[in-house]
């Protein structure tokens, strides 16, 4: 079956980097897009981009360009998240999600989601 | 972007009752339109996807209409595993936008 497996919590200082990861299993990891999505405490949800581990592409949303730096690696099955210059204000639950197959367009449902990294930005 | 408005943020009801969730997009997505159930310590759910279709495993009490600019989640008969918290989704156009959510309790 499905799952994504995503790495631990982070207590991580201001101004600082952190780097979450994703491990895909169930599935060709290489053969479908892995969004990520932000979720800030008493907020809703914030698409930040995706990834295609097929070949490295990557998208992400205006709001978060040069804030994240999503990657994988295809050997394995793991996607990446890098967060840097890193401000109280990313302070959040970060999910991956994976795409459901729906065509060749990256926008579409998520069928499965990781079960959450919080990282919490304080010194 | 398009904006995703779920006027409703919080909704209670009894098992066995019919509730009904909106969702308004502030322009026309078509029924690029999905839903998702959150429950404490579980993953996000996907229910519907393309306004109205189940995703496998949804049971059939859910269902889901509209298109354009106005969709609705509808839950008959609710059962006590029903509550949580339920978010729409657009996917027509990037940056892809959710609802700020609705939680339904189960009195």
């Known amino acids: 079956q499905v799952q994504l497996q995503q790495s631990g919590t982070e207590l991580v200082k201001p101004a600082s980097s952190v780097k979450i990861s994703c491990k895909a299993s169930g599935y060709t990891f290489t053969s479908n897009y892995m969004h990520w999505i932000r979720q800030q405490p008493g907020n809703g949800l914030e698409w930040i981009g995706w990834i295609y581990p097929g070949n490295g592409n990557t998208k992400y949303n205006q709001k978060f360009d040069g804030k994240a730096t999503l990657t994988a690696d295809k050997s394995s099955s793991t996607a990446y998240m890098q967060l840097s210059s890193l401000t109280s204000e990313d302070s959040a639950v970060y999910f991956c999600a994976r795409r459901m197959s729906m065509g060749i367009t990256p926008y579409a449902p998520f069928d499965y989601w990781g079960q959450g990294v919080m990282v919490t930005v304080s010194s | 972007d398009v904006q995703m408005t779920q006027s409703l943020s919080y909704l209670a009801a009894s098992p066995g009752e019919s509730v009904s969730i909106s969702c308004k997009a502030s322009k026309s997505i078509s029924n690029y339109l999905a839903w998702y159930q959150q429950k404490p310590g579980e993953a996000y759910k996907l229910l519907i996807y393309?306004?109205?279709t189940l995703q496998s495993g949804t049971p059939s009490r859910f269902s889901g209409s509209g298109s354009g600019t106005d969709f609705t989640l509808t839950i008959r008969s609710l059962e006590p595993e029903d509550f949580g918290l339920y978010y729409c989704q657009q996917y027509y156009e990037k940056p892809l936008t959710f609802g700020s959510g609705t939680k339904l309790e189960i009195k």
């Open positions: 393309s306004g109205s």
